[in-house]
């Protein structure tokens, strides 16, 4: 038996979740006794193996298709290679090319489904910690059986580095027709600012519930010098443009102070902003998980505390 | 041609709750239709006022108090809707496959040509419905869809996927498809009266799993949740106490030793 990790890249360049994705796929691997091997699909797949050749890969898996990701062929090779090799379970990372093939390969070979977990245990079966309720609750959920998919969360597992003595393999797969094909791809942002830059970040969420009250922010942020960005709702809504946006989807941050707003933490979010120096929270809940990362935070009512916090700077 | 929405009733923890064995109690919890899913209904209900979708069909699974949310779908716009329960359905943690299982079973009934759901059911975050059940019924997909326009005459969906850091990728999608709907797609409707009115006499058709073909056996989970627990924190957040003034004043003289001011 083995454990299977499938690489993820873009562009011409791994992702940095696929070395994440081998640290818990050798997690995985040392507690059943058993060898690690990595797949990679399409793209310059001779020097992506070269690179995933990490300290604990026992062979490597290149597998050539056009240049981008096609989740069809994606499947396809994943399920080949997971007979190949006997694997039983392929780990590949949560992101949103993983979620465009993981269920698929799941349900292709009739085997359960866990995403985005946090944390694994393997004793006689596997025991999976990953979270609910936007993040408010942790759960550990046991799965049945002994061959499995498995998504990671991105940032849970330290990249896995060094170089290993992996073989590397090209691998010869029939891969299907897709009838989802690629034709481009579109940077969105741009605009008048770049939130990247700045040094201090006054951020908006929901909790401003209306458009007009965002004005309140764009105050704040005026008093403090800060630069206004937001949480994806308030730019889904229209509310300020996507240039502004903080998080997975967005732009990722790193000021020296950011202050949220009226934002929960949900996991997209923080990975655009749990780099900043000195992160603030104001929050009516006490238990919105932004709390937990934060350094500075005030349980209360942001029309009660900001207008407050204006005076102070007045 | 004919649009299925896959619309979920999901569950939000109040600010304060209570956890009571594997679950939140059942008192500290609000029900609410799936935020993704509201996107999804507003692209469907878009693409019958374009003329391009007959019929917008919603099926849900859930228990009776699920109608609620499932008729603000209706208030929307969705012309009907199926609602999958049985007994045996209680109380377990859903897996995907067995999900998957029923909708495949709506499937086989209704046959749409397009079908849409969220990216993600906000309580339980799975992320994966609407691809595996593409797989199991051997229609094609795209996940994480935020620009669609179908062309129906040509059978292919142009989507956008929003991928990470701010890239969409362009794709075109081979219909009969399932696609999993982003937020900001659309501006999703508030329901008029006069369309709340008009869900009072919308269809609602109940389905057990007899009236499926199915059994007990054929939607086991293989999941079973074990342990819920509040996460400790990691951080040493100072958290600043008093009403908003002192607190607003605490607040200001950490920024301006952290070197903030205008
Ligand atoms: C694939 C994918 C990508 C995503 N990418 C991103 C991304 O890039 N960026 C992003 O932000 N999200 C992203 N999301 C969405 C994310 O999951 C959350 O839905 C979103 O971050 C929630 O935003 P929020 O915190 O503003 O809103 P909510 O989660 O609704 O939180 C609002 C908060 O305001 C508080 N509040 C309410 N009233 C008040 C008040 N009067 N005073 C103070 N506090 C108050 C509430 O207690 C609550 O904590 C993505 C989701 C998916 C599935
Ligand atoms: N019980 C359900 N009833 C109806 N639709 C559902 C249900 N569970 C999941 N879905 C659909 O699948 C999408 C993704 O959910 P999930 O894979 O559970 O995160 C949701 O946005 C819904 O469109």
Redesign the pocket.
């Known amino acids: 038996m083995s454990v299977l990790v499938a690489a993820e890249h873009r562009r011409g360049e791994l992702r940095d979740v696929s070395y994440e994705a081998i640290t818990a796929g050798r997690e995985l691997a040392d507690a059943r006794g058993v060898d690690l091997h990595v797949a990679v699909v399409a793209g310059d797949v001779d020097a992506f193996a070269e690179e995933l050749n990490r300290e604990g890969v026992d062979a490597i898996h290149a597998v050539a298709d056009g240049e981008e990701f096609d989740h069809n062929a994606y499947r396809a090779a994943a399920s080949t290679l997971a007979d190949r090799v006997d694997a039983g379970a392929v780990v590949m990372p949560n992101s949103?090319n993983g979620l465009d093939y993981a269920p698929a390969l799941a349900e292709s070979l009739g085997v359960p489904l866990v995403t985005d977990a946090v944390g694994i245990e393997y004793d006689d079966g596997l025991t999976v910690t990953r979270e609910m309720y936007?993040s408010k609750v942790e759960t550990t959920v046991d799965v049945e059986g002994d061959w499995f998919v498995l998504t990671v969360r991105g940032g849970e597992w330290p990249p896995a580095e060094g170089v290993g003595d992996a073989t590397v393999e090209t691998a010869d797969i029939d891969l299907p027709e897709s009838g989802a094909r690629v034709t481009g791809f579109e940077e969105v942002g741009g605009g008048d600012v770049d939130i990247a830059d700045a040094d201090v970040l006054v951020s908006v969420?929901?909790?401003i519930?209306e458009e007009e009250n965002i004005e309140l922010i764009e105050d704040l942020a005026d008093a403090l010098g800060a630069t206004l960005s937001a949480?994806?709702?308030?730019v889904d809504n229209g509310w300020l443009p996507k240039n502004r946006?903080?998080?997975?989807?967005?732009k990722v941050v790193t000021p020296d102070v950011y202050i949220a707003v009226?934002?929960?933490?949900?996991v997209?979010?923080v990975a655009?902003m749990k780099g900043s120096d000195t992160i603030v929270a104001?929050?009516?809940?006490p238990n919105?998980p932004i709390f937990d990362i934060a350094d500075y935070g005030i349980v209360g009512?942001?029309?009660d505390v900001v207008p407050e916090l204006i005076d102070e700077f007045a | 041609m004919k649009v299925l929405v896959t619309v979920k009733e999901v569950a939000e923890a109040d600010?304060d709750f209570a956890i009571e064995g594997t679950d939140i109690a059942e008192s500290d919890l609000e029900y609410d239709l799936n935020e993704w899913d509201d996107y999804a209904v507003e692209a469907a209900v878009q693409l019958a006022e374009a003329g391009i979708a007959d019929e917008v069909v919603t099926v849900t699974v859930g228990p009776e108090r699920s109608e609620e949310t499932i008729r603000m779908a209706l208030a929307k716009g969705a012309d009907r809707a199926v609602r999958v329960w049985d007994d045996a359905l209680d109380g377990g943690f859903a897996d995907v496959a067995s999900k998957v299982e029923l909708f495949e079973a709506v499937v086989a009934e209704e046959e749409p040509d397009l079908i849409l759901g969220g990216?993600?059911a906000a309580d339980t975050g799975f992320?994966a419905t609407g691809v595996a059940l593409a797989e199991r019924i051997g229609f094609e997909h795209a996940a994480?869809v935020n620009d669609l326009d179908v062309d129906a005459d040509a059978g292919v969906a142009h989507v956008h996927r929003e991928l990470e850091g701010g890239v969409e990728e362009l794709t075109d999608v081979d219909l009969p498809a399932v696609l999993t709907v982003?937020t900001g797609l659309n501006e999703p409707r508030y329901a008029s009266l006069r369309g709340i009115r008009q869900a009072q006499r919308k269809e609602i058709a109940v389905k057990a799993l007899s009236d499926l073909g199915l059994t007990a056996e054929d939607v086991e989970s293989a999941l079973t949740l074990t342990s819920m627990y509040e996460p400790e924190s990691e951080s040493d957040a100072e958290i600043i106490e008093g009403d908003a003034g002192e607190s607003a004043g605490r607040l200001a003289e950490v920024l301006r030793d952290k070197g903030v001011s205008a």
């Not at chain 1, 949480?231 to 308030?234: A, V």
């Not at chain 1, 946006?245 to 967005?250: A, D, K, Y």
């Open positions: 949103v936007g969420g929901r909790g519930e949480s994806r709702p308030i946006q903080v998080g997975q989807s967005g009226g934002i929960s933490g949900a997209q979010h655009g104001i929050n009516t809940d919105a009512d942001l029309f | 600010d990216v993600q992320g994480v982003q």
